[in-house]
């Protein structure tokens, strides 16, 4: 079976109703989710089960939703005794693998990516700026596509997600032009995202000024747990290094498919998808078809996650 990674969902992965299950069969991961309305000032719960799903997808709601369940479904493994070798996340899912492998307090990480949030929703005036995938490219002619469509404007590789899969950010007028010389370049699938500005782009730059402050407020340990950044692909095993790669982040790539690959050369063999939905299980299979991948995002797939624990399932 090899080592076990936690994988932590970001941005995108939300859904009315998540972390319903754990909350009831948990009063633990019950008293996480009220800390984090308390220290929101909201009714977290009334959000994540109710919705609406026009208000959960809102960044500044979002990430600290996903942060609270992926959290919550951790406390849960936890509890199990199940822990993992290795932790990573996918952008706002880095804040959950550091809460998981002790580095970042569950509250310190709720005041952090509830500013974090708001500072990216508030980074862009409204419709100027875009995000869009491509499908079936890689990455040397995305990067072409995006140097041709700039024309003085900013658009690049955000999200290198898995082989054929990468998402483009930037000013919405750049994003459009190189969605049209994608389909010219012969990508399989050109889609805009529905997303509240261009992360992970040049454009979220001058907002790490500001949440630098935010982020020198918090206190942040080493890794008690491997921890894998986005920004280099790489391990980080001091606090002042994840201060300044949760910067970078901001505006920088997320390198996943080379995170994967760094964790599989290392002898992952076995990735649990620990929060809401089921999209980096579905970017892990693209990357390697004989890594095993189990989902824990109810209570419903716990069973699963322990049989895989004890080697009892392949996935």
Same mark, same amino acid.
């Given at each position: 079976?090899?080592?076990?990674?936690?994988?932590?969902?970001?941005?995108?992965?939300?859904?009315?109703?998540?972390?319903?299950?754990?909350?009831?069969?948990?009063?633990?991961?019950?008293?996480?989710?009220?800390?984090?309305?308390?220290?929101?000032?909201?009714?977290?719960?009334?959000?994540?089960?109710?919705?609406?799903?026009?208000?959960?997808?809102?960044?500044?709601?979002?990430?600290?939703?996903?942060?609270?369940?992926?959290?919550?479904?951790?406390?849960?493994?936890?509890?199990?005794?199940?822990?993992?070798?290795?932790?990573?996340?996918?952008?706002?899912?880095?804040?959950?693998?550091?809460?998981?492998?002790?580095?970042?307090?569950?509250?310190?990480?709720?005041?952090?990516?509830?500013?974090?949030?708001?500072?990216?929703?508030?980074?862009?005036?409204?419709?100027?700026?875009?995000?869009?995938?491509?499908?079936?490219?890689?990455?040397?002619?995305?990067?072409?596509?995006?140097?041709?469509?700039?024309?003085?404007?900013?658009?690049?590789?955000?999200?290198?997600?898995?082989?054929?899969?990468?998402?483009?950010?930037?000013?919405? /007028?750049?994003?459009?032009?190189?969605?049209?010389?994608?389909? *010219? +370049? @012969?990508?399989?699938? $050109? %889609? &805009?995202?529905?997303?509240?500005?261009?992360?992970?782009?040049?454009?979220?730059?001058?907002?790490?000024?500001?949440?630098?402050?935010?982020?020198?407020?918090?206190?942040?340990?080493?890794?008690?747990?491997?921890?894998?950044?986005?920004?280099?692909?790489?391990?980080?095993?001091?606090?002042?290094?994840?201060?300044?790669?949760?910067?970078?982040?901001?505006?920088?790539?997320?390198?996943?498919?080379?995170?994967?690959?760094?964790?599989?050369?290392?002898?992952?063999?076995?990735?649990?998808?620990?929060?809401?939905?089921?999209?980096?299980?579905?970017?892990?299979?693209?990357? /390697?078809?004989?890594?095993?991948?189990?989902?824990?995002?109810? *209570? +419903? @797939?716990?069973?699963? $996650? %322990? &049989?895989?624990?004890?080697?009892?399932?392949?996935?």
């Amino acid at each position: 079976m090899g080592k076990i990674a936690w994988v932590f969902p970001g941005q995108g992965s939300q859904y009315v109703g998540m972390g319903k299950s754990v909350a009831k069969a948990c009063p633990k991961a019950k008293a996480l989710l009220d800390t984090a309305s308390r220290l929101l000032g909201y009714d977290l719960a009334k959000l994540c089960w109710e919705g609406p799903e026009s208000e959960l997808r809102k960044t500044e709601y979002t990430q600290p939703a996903l942060l609270t369940v992926s959290t919550m479904l951790a406390h849960v493994l936890y509890t199990e005794g199940l822990k993992p070798d290795v932790v990573a996340g996918h952008s706002l899912g880095e804040y959950s693998a550091l809460v998981a492998a002790g580095s970042l307090s569950f509250e310190g990480a709720v005041s952090l990516v509830a500013r974090r949030g708001q500072l990216m929703e508030d980074a862009v005036p409204c419709g100027k700026g875009a995000m869009a995938v491509l499908l079936g490219l890689d990455l040397p002619t995305v990067r072409s596509i995006c140097q041709d469509a700039s024309q003085g404007e900013v658009v690049e590789a955000a999200n290198l997600n898995c082989p054929g899969q990468i998402v483009i950010s930037g000013d919405r /007028s750049a994003v459009k032009r190189a969605m049209a010389l994608g389909k *010219m +370049e @012969g990508a399989r699938r $050109v %889609l &805009e995202l529905e997303v509240s500005g261009p992360f992970h782009s040049s454009l979220m730059r001058p907002i790490a000024d500001v949440f630098a402050q935010d982020l020198a407020s918090v206190h942040l340990d080493d890794p008690q747990v491997p921890f894998v950044a986005n920004v280099t692909a790489d391990y980080v095993q001091d606090a002042t290094t994840l201060r300044k790669v949760l910067l970078q982040q901001l505006y920088s790539p997320v390198r996943w498919e080379e995170t994967i690959r760094r964790l599989l050369a290392d002898g992952v063999g076995t990735f649990v998808e620990v929060g809401p939905g089921q999209v980096l299980g579905g970017l892990i299979k693209r990357i /390697s078809r004989d890594a095993a991948i189990v989902g824990f995002q109810e *209570m +419903e @797939g716990l069973e699963k $996650v %322990l &049989e895989m624990a004890k080697g009892d399932i392949v996935i």
